[in-house]
Structures are given as C-alpha cells and as structure tokens.
C-alpha cells in the first residue's frame, strides 16, 4: 500500500498545487483536509470537489466553527489575549484547531505524514509542526513550499499544465489568513512599515472616517463567556459573528504593527478584529468590577504570557494548560452585563452590572451614605510609606558623608 500524506487544505493556488506536487515529490497519496473557522468564501463542498480534481485521493472536511469559538476564541477572550498588547492571536489559535482535524484525518486514512503550506519565515510553521508533534508524536511532518521547492511561479505553471480546477490568474500581493475571530494581512507593499494600508486591505470592517449613526450594544457575560446580546440568548460564534458586523460597519478593530514573530523577524502586520476587539474592552471592564484588585492584576501578567505561548506555538504545552487553569478559576464572578456605543473606530464602555460587582457605592460615594472611615486613612499612610521613608533616610545620610 501506497504511504499517504493528510494536507491542511486551503482550496486556494498553492495548496491546491500541492496536492499533486508531494504526490510527485513522493510517491505518496494525497488526503485533503479543510477546517472552517470561519473564514466565510467558498462552502465546504466546493472546496472538496477542487481537492478531488486536484487529485486528492480523499476530501475531509469540517465545520469547525463552534468548536473553534468555544474552545479557542472564549479562552483568548478569557485572557483578554492581544500579543504585545495588541493583537487578537486571530493565526495563533486558528492553527491548534486544525491540527487536532489534521491529526485525526490522518488516523482515520491511515497517513504516516502531515503536510501544510507554510513558508519557512513565519510563525504557522511553528505552530502546525509543534502542535503535530505533540498530538500525534509519530507523525512526520513537510511543507512543500519551505521543503519541496514549491514557489509561486512554480505553482502558477504547475496549475496551468496540469489543468487543475483553480484561477490563477489574479495576483494578491497580500498574504491574507482570516477566521471569525479576525483576519491578517501583511507582505507586499505594507513591507515599507512607512506606507499606510490602501483601503482595499481592508474587508472585515468599514472606514472608521465616516461612520454611520452610533450603535449601542448590550453584551452579557457569564464567568466570561458571552450569552447574549441586547438581551438577545447566543452561541459564542453568533456573538462574535454579530458583533464582527456591527462593529465592523463602525470601522472598530483595525490594528496596524510591527510584531516580533518567534522566528526573530520584526514584521509589519494589519489586523481587522471587529467582533474581538470590541468583546476583549466589554470583558475587560467587566473584570475591572467583578475581579480583587490583586487578583486582577496578577491576571494581567499571566494573560500576557498566556498570550506569548500561544503565539509561540505552544497551546498543547503544560505551561499553558497550567495557566488555563488560573484564567478559567478567575472567571468565577465574571458574569453580568457591559453597555458600550461602537462608533468612528471605537468600542467605548459606558455601563456595566452585575450581581457579583465588587463596587461598593457605599465605599465609593462622595455624597451623603459614605460608609469609609477616611481617619484609617493616615494611619494607612504613615505605615504603607515607612519602607521608602527609612531608605531615603539612609541615602541622604551617605550622601551628607
Ligand atoms: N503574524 C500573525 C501571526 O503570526 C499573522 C499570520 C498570518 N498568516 C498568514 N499566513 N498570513 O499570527
């Protein structure tokens, strides 16, 4: 029997050339797998029948999105996960999804071999190789752009005489990677980190220059996860999906950095993440009610970091499931509802409750009812600056030496 190779299948130029190409390459047969996390285009079907015209020997196919939103989205948002500080992880969390797909389509046929279409410059390499390693260790792993040779020029001619079922004839000079939590954009003319993105970059939002009239929006989380909208019950990928239009259509998301991939590259990277950013600021603020102050802050740090590991590749590793265990435990008493307007650009909170809030009207008030005893607060003072009070004595008597 023949070895077979399962491919993580786009359905567009190069993976589409690659099905017939590691089949030259290596003698093997070819198995087409396509995950949908949202990245809307083509249905699943037409992507089966091109893989098959292709010359795959078999199609997998699935419909990832809920799994996707529930397992990989919701923990992101649970962190509050923007890599330094900005990005959504829109790739990051894309890729472990797959490969769990991938690894499972190559029980079920019988593969030895698990193949992707990365170049050898980014970080999704990464990710599909380590994630790979750790779910199904006996599996080997090639990428026959990075491996095999396979440019883009190769691919175009390759199509063209071998017939394949896919246009090849519109260039984009952007290599483009979306899925409902967001999408990414970078190469070609945005490589000058001086040349501002040309609107056509953009799809997932509008320009947030001439917005429509404001829209305020109701989101109600429960330990974190979010149920509805506008009082309206929803699955976390209808959320995220709502949310990805309305505060598309008032340009909110549009990110646009330089960010250090793992592999030591600084690269300039535009993101569109209406539906994340807008649920990140509402969770955010919810937190800043529902969570101790100490407890929060740790939470910050080990979101940072929770972030940085799921960049890196490692979402399979201990370390990260160890901090899941911190985020999930912290989310007790997330639960409740943020108010906020989307509009020109931005997602601004104005309202928040919850049966679990930490606010303390009593505590906080100005006017009559204020139940703190502001005379603890000397007392407070004098003890709380005693360590920097006793060092600064000692540094101005060296210095009078
Ligand atoms: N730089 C981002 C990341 O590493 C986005 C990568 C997008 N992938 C792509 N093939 N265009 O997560």
């Given at each position: 029997m023949k070895d077979r190779i399962v491919l993580a299948y786009s359905g567009g130029l190069d993976t589409s050339v690659a099905i017939g190409w590691i089949a030259d390459a290596t003698g093997a047969e070819v198995i087409a797998v396509a995950v949908d996390v949202?990245?809307?285009?083509?249905s699943l079907e037409t992507v089966r029948q091109r893989a098959l015209g292709c010359g795959a020997v078999e199609a997998y196919v699935a419909d990832a999105r809920d799994e996707f939103a529930n397992e990989y989205c919701v923990p992101t948002l649970k962190a509050n996960g923007l890599y330094?500080?900005?990005?959504?992880l829109v790739s990051a969390i894309s890729r472990p999804v797959i490969v769990k797909h991938l690894v499972k389509a190559a029980r079920e046929f019988g593969a030895t071999t698990v193949a992707h279409g990365?170049?050898?410059?980014?970080n999704d390499q990464v990710r599909f190789e380590v994630g790979i390693q750790t779910l199904g260790p006996d599996l080997k792993c090639i990428a026959?752009?990075?491996?095999?040779?396979?440019?883009r020029d190769k691919a175009i001619a390759y199509a063209e005489e071998k017939h394949l079922p896919i246009v090849t004839t519109k260039k984009n000079p952007y290599s483009i990677d979306q899925n409902v939590w967001g999408r990414a954009v970078e190469t070609g003319y945005l490589e000058d980190i001086w040349n501002a993105p040309t609107k056509d970059i953009y799809d997932y939002t509008a320009s947030p220059e001439f917005p429509p009239a404001p829209d305020e929006v109701t989101i109600t989380f429960v330990q974190g996860v979010p149920t509805a909208l506008d009082g309206v019950a929803l699955s976390p990928l209808q959320v995220i999906q709502e949310l990805n239009r309305r505060a598309g259509a008032q340009g909110v998301g549009r990110i646009d950095v330089v960010e250090d991939r793992l592999v030591g590259i600084k690269s300039r990277e535009i993101y569109e993440a209406p539906g994340a950013m807008a649920l990140i600021t509402a969770h955010k603020h919810l937190e800043d009610v529902t969570i101790e102050r100490e407890h929060a802050r740790f939470k910050a740090t080990v979101g940072q970091r929770w972030s940085e590991l799921v960049y890196d590749g490692q979402w399979f590793s201990p370390l990260k499931r160890a901090l899941d265990g911190f985020i999930e435990d912290s989310q007790q008493y997330v639960s409740g509802d943020i108010r906020m307007t989307l509009h020109g650009g931005q997602a601004i909170v104005n309202g928040r409750r919850s049966?679990?809030?930490?606010?303390d009207f009593s505590l906080a008030t100005y006017d009559t009812g204020d139940t703190f005893d502001q005379s603890s607060a000397k007392g407070f003072i004098d003890i709380w600056g005693m360590a920097s009070k006793v060092a600064s004595g000692r540094d101005q008597r060296v210095a009078g030496e």
């Open positions: 949202g990245q809307g285009g083509e330094q500080g900005h990005y959504p990365c170049t050898g410059k980014g026959p752009v990075r491996d095999l040779a396979l440019t049966d679990t809030s930490l606010y």
